[in-house]
């Protein structure tokens, strides 16, 4: 499956943005998806994620509450819909799909999009 996120840019802090993930391929909704997340001199880390049929989703710490991700199967596409945003939320942003039942571990998703920037102002 090909991914393709988009929707990041520049916002000021206490802002929102959302995060599009398209995709192309094989069959969407035969994979869970999530969203991770690389800053500057850091590791890449999870985010959130959602389950094939929508139904489970879970989240890091630093995002629960703020972030939350969803995904139409009908339109092949993923989302993060990211509010109250924090200067320490600034990263690269990728979209990622599994063949797992629920995971966070970056070594376990098959697929990742090509990653748009968040830039969040204080």
């Known amino acids: 499956v090909q991914l393709q996120a988009s929707g990041g840019g520049l916002v000021q802090a206490g802002g929102s943005l959302r995060l599009s993930c398209a995709a192309s391929?094989?069959?969407?909704?035969?994979?869970?998806m999530g969203w991770f997340r690389q800053a500057p001199g850091k590791e890449r880390e999870f985010v959130a994620f959602?389950?094939?049929?929508?139904?489970?989703?879970t989240y890091a710490d630093s995002v629960k509450g703020r972030f939350m991700i969803s995904r139409d199967n009908a339109k092949n596409t993923a989302h993060l819909q990211m509010n109250s945003l924090k200067p320490e939320d600034t990263a690269v942003y990728y979209c990622?799909?599994?063949?797992?039942?629920?995971?966070?571990?970056?070594?376990?998703?098959?697929?990742w999009g090509q990653g748009t920037l968040v830039t969040v102002s204080s």
């Open positions: 959602i389950s094939r049929g929508g139904g489970t989703t």
């Open positions: 990622a799909a599994t063949s797992r039942v629920i995971t966070t571990l970056t070594s376990e998703y098959d697929y």
């Open positions: 391929g094989r069959t969407f909704s035969s994979y869970g």
